[in-house]
């Protein structure tokens, strides 16, 4: 599953909501015939959408299949939007592909200079504004690669890095 947006707010009082896109949503998604997927109470479930239409870049305005009232919308307010996508072995890399990249954390860049491989806390070494940081090496915080272009984009719990 490949995480790609946030429901950020209602909108409405039919159940639709408005939900933040990622950089990682693909270019060639068609809301017609792929649902997203959320979790709720750990449960992964689908929401197929009724309407789908775009504010800007960053957002768009939603309706889901079976959620028609604002109540309904709230259960599902905050939660993240994956999307089912074929993995394959060519997409197969390590972390240590990763050193001499570009980092991008909201605004900032820096560069990821080093990689510390450890079974329980991984970490990578990044400069940023002219400091070294440590960041855990974990899925949950990267938000998109893009190998062509040699960076990573990490969306980071507030306060790792000051």
Not at 77 to 97: A, Q
Not at 134 to 159: N, Q, T
């Amino acid at each position: 599953m490949l995480t790609v947006g946030r429901i950020t707010k209602l909108f409405g009082v039919k159940g639709e909501v408005v939900i933040n896109l990622y950089d990682t949503l693909p270019d060639n998604f068609n809301w017609e015939e792929q649902p997203f997927f959320t979790k709720v109470e750990e449960l992964v479930v689908p929401l197929f959408c009724d309407s789908f239409a775009r504010r800007g870049q960053r957002s768009a305005v939603v309706a889901f299949a079976d959620i028609d009232t604002e109540k309904r919308a709230e259960m599902i307010l905050d939660h993240e939007l994956m999307l089912e996508v074929e993995e394959s072995d060519s997409d197969e890399f390590y972390f240590d592909d990763l050193i001499g990249f570009e980092v991008r954390i909201g605004r900032a860049k820096g560069e990821i200079i080093d990689f510390y491989d450890n079974e329980f806390n991984p970490l990578f070494e990044i400069e940023l504004k002219g400091k070294r940081h440590l960041i855990p090496a974990v899925e949950e915080f990267i938000a998109a690669i893009d190998f062509d272009k040699r960076y990573i984009k990490f969306v980071l719990p507030e306060g790792l890095i000051e």
